[in-house]
């Protein structure tokens, strides 16, 4: 599986982007995605992530109400959109896929696979 992050650029707090992360053929149909983040001298931590089966969303505390995560009809691309953004959203941010990954472990970065390049996203105060 190959993942291609996109997106990601500079914006003023309160400001919007919309990430993407396109995949080789259907993926997210049985391929669990993830969109982690990293700031300098921070561990990768968990963003949102939507399950295969049936769709299920969910979102670290933080980006709750904010973030929104979503799969196109072809559930080829994800997509992570941002709303109401803040400089500690600054960071770089990455998709992720995996097959199989238990509710338990959906917010581990290393229960995923496949990782996509990164994307930067840079919120100005």
């Known amino acids: 599986v190959q993942l291609q992050a996109s997106g990601g650029g500079l914006v003023q707090a309160g400001g919007s982007l919309r990430l993407s992360c396109a995949a080789s053929?259907?993926?997210?149909?049985?391929?669990?995605a993830g969109w982690f983040r990293q700031a300098p001298g921070n561990e990768r931590e968990f963003v949102a992530a939507?399950?295969?089966?049936?769709?299920?969303?969910y979102y670290a505390d933080s980006v709750k109400g904010r973030f929104t995560i979503s799969t196109d009809s072809a559930k080829s691309t994800v997509y992570l959109q941002m709303n109401g953004l803040k400089p500690e959203d600054t960071a770089v941010y990455y998709c992720?896929?995996?097959?199989?990954?238990?509710?338990?472990?959906?917010?581990?970065?290393?229960?995923?696979?496949?990782w996509g390049q990164g994307t930067q996203v840079t919120v100005s105060s």
């Open positions: 053929g259907r993926t997210f149909s049985t391929y669990t």
């Open positions: 992720a896929a995996d097959r199989g990954i238990i509710l338990s472990d959906l917010r581990r970065w290393d229960a995923y696979d496949y």
């Open positions: 939507r399950r295969s089966n049936g769709g299920s969303t």
